[in-house]
């Protein structure tokens, strides 16, 4: 969880994204998402996807985050969560997602697009948290 917390690093590893600004934080009032983003602006580029967002989170802990879609310009719906679960030495990673495009994409388009940020979420969040950084 420490890895997806850490918004500022996600031009890193996170394919497609150019910046990741934390907006606004939750106080210490709240144990389970203390000092931890709550809104966040992110600038997309990832082809037929190009668009900035800004995005709400909810976190349990490091049991499990959750977003919505705040306002964009090219998303007109995003949600998703990381839900991580504990198996003996290692983490389990399930990811949702679901998103809208305000203008029509094709399927083919649409699909191409999830799958990116997909990828993204999974495969280069597994890269970088097995390179330790």
Request: without cysteine; aromatic residues 10%; neutral net charge.
């Amino acid at each position: 969880m420490a890895v997806i917390a850490d918004f500022a690093a996600y031009p890193q590893w996170a394919k497609g994204v150019t910046v990741a600004e934390v907006r606004s934080s939750y106080d210490a009032g709240d144990p389970t998402q203390a000092g931890r983003a709550r809104e966040v602006f992110f600038a997309l580029d990832v082809s037929p996807i190009k668009d900035e967002y800004t995005l709400s989170y909810v976190w349990d802990g490091d049991r499990q985050v959750t977003w919505t879609l705040v306002e964009g310009k090219m998303l007109k719906a995003l949600e998703g969560a990381y839900v991580l679960r504990e198996t003996g030495g290692s983490t389990e990673v399930t990811y949702r997602l679901a998103l809208d495009v305000s203008i029509p994409l094709i399927g083919m388009l649409k699909r191409k697009g999830e799958k990116i940020l997909i990828d993204t979420a999974l495969k280069g969040l597994k890269k970088r948290v097995e390179s330790g950084a």
